[in-house]
Nanobody, 119 residues
């Protein structure tokens, strides 16, 4: 049974930081591209950041220079460090596992964690 369990969301003031974690089980984690998506109220889900099995990273233009994705293959966990948060970063953040490329449609999704940035 595949599980992706996110944690670390919450309420933070603009300019603050949060670190999201996603613990994976039931997949060969080290072989997967891991991604973070977010969905703001009334908007489509969008790819925020991704990291391949080889450690190559990609970011949405809106978060470049502020967010950092990383992975720990020993503990099957992917992280998203979010700094200089803005109100427009508010949304539900989903961890997802893709097959190879970060732009591949994910095979598995977590349940999501809420991030709210107040102005």
């Amino acid at each position: 049974q595949v599980q992706l369990v996110e944690s670390g969301g919450g309420l933070v003031q603009a300019g603050g930081s949060l670190r999201l974690s996603c613990a994976a089980s039931g997949i060969i984690f080290r072989m997967r591209a891991m991604t973070w998506y977010r969905q703001a109220p009334g908007k489509q889900r969008e790819l925020v950041a991704g990291i391949t099995s080889g450690g190559n990273v990609n970011y949405a233009d809106s978060v470049k220079g502020r967010f950092t994705i990383s992975r720990d293959n020993t503990n099957n966990t992917v992280y998203l460090q979010m700094n200089s948060l803005k109100p427009e970063d508010t949304g539900v953040y989903f961890c997802a596992a893709a097959r190879f490329q970060v732009t591949d449609y994910p095979t598995y999704w977590g349940q999501g964690t809420q991030v709210t940035v107040s102005s």
